[in-house]
């Protein structure tokens, strides 16, 4: 059995609470199953994605759950805002998910790709006209399995088994990487296109920032959008030994297997670059994740938090500075929950979710 815990930014709903009030502390979600709601479920999260204002969260077994904004139909649900988590009726198995600002994207069991909502710099990819669409629609079904997909604020990028990238959307910056100008339409490509980026195996890694993307191909990193003119590139050649990649935003942080650390690039104004002591002598087992510009860390059963908390995602401040956590703040435990073991964890746009098994 199982539940999930959210705080932070809450103004259209998507922390599933059932109010729309900003949440500093970490509080149960609501799941409406058989006509009942519950804030516990039976079925193992595996993924929780999270568009400007909007939630999906992937089971188990295959089903999605929704919550949030619906102003342009991107949680499919009717009403235009759901106040609870609520299941997408699909009649496929999903095994993947993902969002952008104001719209959500499924992957079936067959490798197919779906989109629904609003994407007016061509993120729906369902070509030049459609900018809304309502209804759950099929992008494209790819011949390889799909290994990952990844959404940034406008633009999309799905892995193939085959070491291929497609993306779509919007590719001002260089997050698609180098694009045909007979592609591109107002900024965009507005359809799924074979990206021409180094070839990415399985066990490299692709993660998307807010307008660039960063690849591993051979145990090397690769930024391609609005990073790759400040110098950055330069600065990870010599990176190494990479046991995980996460981006925000504005920055990016690796996990260097060697040193058990996390070394960081990019935007610092609120202290998103980590630069901080890992909590307990026993720091190899660490995992991290990251939100839009906050940073989550796990140890052992314990959660942290960093960088912008405004909206209370990275907890209650200790400093009395609600807005910059330059330290890593204790999320749960916490005072109302402190039995349960983490399971999964994920940082959205200026919120924060913990699942735990009970």
């Not at 058989?34 to 999906?56: R, V």
């Not at 106040?83 to 969002?99: A, G, M, Q, V």
Request: net charge negative; with cysteine; proline share 3%.
């Amino acid at each position: 059995m199982y539940q999930i815990l959210s705080c932070g930014s809450n103004g259209q709903y998507q922390l599933g609470q059932g109010n729309d009030e900003d949440q500093f502390t970490l509080r149960t979600c609501e799941f409406l199953q058989d006509k009942e709601i519950s804030t516990t479920i039976y079925s193992k999260p595996l993924k929780i994605s999270c568009g400007g204002n909007h939630t999906l969260i992937l089971l188990e077994d295959g089903d999605v759950y929704s919550c949030g904004n619906n102003e342009y139909k991107q949680i499919c649900q009717e009403d235009k805002v759901q106040s609870i988590f609520k299941k997408i009726e699909f009649e496929k198995k999903i095994r993947n998910i993902s969002c952008c600002w104001d719209s959500s994207f499924l992957v079936t069991e067959y490798n197919e790709v779906y989109s629904c909502g609003q994407g007016l710099k061509g993120e729906l990819g369902l070509g030049l006209q459609t900018t809304s669409e309502p209804e759950l629609k099929l992008v494209k079904k790819f011949d390889h399995n799909v290994i990952d997909i990844k959404c940034g604020m406008n633009h999309v990028i799905v892995k193939l088994d085959n070491a291929q990238l497609y993306g779509w959307g919007n590719c001002r910056k260089g997050q698609l990487g180098e694009t045909s100008k007979k592609l591109i339409k107002r900024g965009s490509i507005w359809e799924p296109v074979l990206l021409q980026m180094q070839p990415v195996a399985v066990e490299d890694f692709l993660e998307v920032g807010r307008e660039f993307t960063i690849i591993t191909s051979n145990g090397q990193p690769y930024v391609y959008g609005k990073f790759s003119d400040d110098g950055l590139q330069n600065q990870m050649k010599d990176m190494k030994d990479i046991g995980q990649i996460k981006t925000m935003w504005a920055s990016i942080h690796f996990k260097e297997v060697s040193s058990n650390s996390i070394k960081s690039f990019g935007v610092d104004s609120h202290g998103q670059l980590f630069k901080y002591n890992i909590p307990e002598s026993d720091s190899k087992g660490f995992k991290f994740e990251v939100g839009s510009e906050h940073g989550l860390l796990q140890q052992n059963n314990k959660l942290y938090a960093w960088g912008w908390g405004e909206h209370g995602n990275c907890g209650p401040s200790l400093t009395g500075n609600p807005n910059t956590f330059n330290y890593l703040n204790q999320l749960f435990p916490n005072k109302e929950f402190f039995d349960g073991k983490i399971v999964y964890f994920t940082g959205g746009c200026a919120t924060s979710w913990v699942c735990i098994e009970l």
